[in-house]
């Protein structure tokens, strides 16, 4: 286990995630903001090896976020290496959005990445409408850098600093 709270469990991902996975993946309003592609099983196998390699390689990934009470696999928060940088993210099933439960993981998810990962310098990119994103970087003190163009679409890049990490 990675972290919880009253309501969640946030732990690594496991091969046997990857139905649970998938389902959450090809609902497109899942990935709107961030390529607007659904996503094939095949894809969300990937995904998820991908995320295993990093726990090995790195010692940090996307994490899955799973309800205490019926242990149903909610989304994913957590960390990439990417060329830029360590990439913050995360994603939701639409059922449980606006209920607070992307910020409360959030924040335990960053807690973590500062305090056990050591980590001192995070970056995060946002689609410059994904109002909910942004109010959760800026509610966790992310600070907005530049704009960018990904994937055609405009793009903003947050940075939080850490510092006497
Ligand atoms: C973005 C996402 C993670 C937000 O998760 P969530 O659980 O709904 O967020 P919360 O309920 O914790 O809300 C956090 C804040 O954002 C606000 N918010 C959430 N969704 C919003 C929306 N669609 N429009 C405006 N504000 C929104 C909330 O009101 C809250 O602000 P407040 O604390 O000032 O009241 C979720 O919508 C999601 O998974 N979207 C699809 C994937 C995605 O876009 N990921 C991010 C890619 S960068």
């Known amino acids: 286990m990675i972290t919880e709270n009253e309501k969640l469990f946030i732990e690594k991902f496991k091969r046997s995630d990857i139905s649970e996975w998938s389902k959450i993946e ?3 309003k899942v990935r709107h903001f961030v390529d607007g592609k659904k996503q094939t ?3 969300s196998e990937e995904y998820i090896k ?3 390699l990093s726990y090995d390689n790195n010692g940090f990934g996307r994490y899955a976020v799973r309800l205490k009470k019926n242990k149903q696999l909610i989304g994913m928060c957590g960390f990439l290496e ?9 994603r939701y099933t639409p ?11 959030a924040k335990l998810v960053i807690n973590y990445g500062i305090k056990k990962l050591k980590l001192y310098k995070i970056l995060a990119l946002t689609h410059e409408d994904n109002h909910g994103s942004i109010r959760i970087l800026e509610k966790l003190d992310f ?5 960018i163009i990904l994937h055609k679409q405009n793009t903003y890049i947050f940075k939080l600093e850490i510092k006497n990490n």
Do not use: H, L
Request: hydrophobic share 25%; charged share 30%.
């Open 26 to 28: 090809s609902d497109p």
């Open 41 to 43: 099983y095949k894809q």
């Open 50 to 52: 991908k995320n295993i």
């Open 82 to 90: 990417e060329d830029y940088g360590i990439d913050f993210g995360y």
């Open 95 to 105: 059922s449980v959005w606006r209920n607070g439960i992307g910020f409360d993981v």
């Open 143 to 147: 600070i907005k850098k530049n704009k």
